[in-house]
Each structure stands twice: as structure tokens, then as C-alpha cells.
């Protein structure tokens, strides 16, 4: 195993997947590939984000870039090889191209536990992952 595509958003649910990615990373001596897909959260309307930034797209990028520096935080004195990229789009497929494009051997992920009638109705992004990728998938919950 060489790489290890890690999928965050920014919440208290990936805190695991970060400690798992970074001990698989370490026994297998593997690079992390750390990826925040800018997307807007349920719950989140756009009189709120426009009333604070100018356009959708700041919002998204102000966001990203604040997830993936906490994201570096968790590596800050590690000897493991860490990239970290930002996408747009649907969260589910940019995770599995960034995996395919970068030829991973394995995705981490974290799920946020949805059950019922929600996740019936926005779906999982781990869920479409785990139905889609083409490598290994460890889901976090």
C-alpha cells in the first residue's frame, strides 16, 4: 500500500479516520492524500452565507481552506507524506476520481451515521462511495 486518499469535511467525525490514516500510513509507510470537496452542508442557506461573503464561491473556497488547515494541524510533526487538495463538485465522485486519478490504494472515510428517512433522501457520500470505488474502502463511523 502506497496511498491513502482521506476525505474531509470538517467535522467532529472524520477525528477518527484522521488517527486511522495515519496509523495505516505508518506500518505501510504510504503517503495520505487529504481532500476537502467545497460543497454547502444541509442546514446552510443562502441569505446566511451571502450575508457574510460575497458570492457562493467564497464562501465555499473560505471554508475549504479552513478545513484543510485544520487537516494540517492533525499532521504537524509527522514524518508521513501528506498532499492536501481542494475540489468542487459532488462530493461522492470527486472522491472516487481524485482515488482513480491518483491511482490510491485504499480510501479512509468518515459517515456521519445517517439512518432512516434522512439518508433515504440526501443519501450517503460514503455510502456512494463504498458502491463505486474501484479500490478498498474503510468506513469510520
Known amino acids: 500500500m502506497k496511498k491513502i486518499l482521506l476525505p474531509v469535511d470538517g467535522s467532529d467525525f472524520c477525528l477518527k479516520a484522521y488517527d486511522m490514516a495515519k496509523s495505516f ?9 487529504v481532500l476537502n470537496v467545497a460543497d454547502i452542508e444541509p442546514g ?3 441569505t446566511f452565507i451571502t450575508q ?10 473560505a471554508r475549504a481552506e479552513t478545513i ?20 468542487t463538485g459532488d462530493p461522492a465522485m470527486e472522491i472516487i476520481d481524485m482515488a482513480e486519478r491518483e491511482e490510491c490504494d485504499m480510501i479512509i472515510i468518515c459517515t456521519h451515521g445517517m439512518t432512516g428517512a434522512k439518508r433515504f433522501l440526501i443519501g450517503s457520500v460514503a455510502s456512494k462511495v463504498v458502491h463505486h470505488a474501484s479500490m ?5 463511523r
Request: overall charge negative; charged content about 30%.
Open 25 to 33: 500510513a505508518e506500518k505501510f509507510d504510504a503517503e495520505i492524500i
Open 44 to 46: 446552510f442557506t443562502q
Open 52 to 61: 457574510n461573503f460575497q458570492t457562493m464561491d467564497e464562501y465555499l473556497k
Open 68 to 87: 484543510i488547515e485544520g487537516a494540517k494541524s492533525k499532521f504537524e510533526g509527522s514524518d508521513i507524506k501528506v498532499t492536501f487538495h481542494i475540489a
Open 136 to 140: 478498498p474502502v474503510f468506513v469510520i
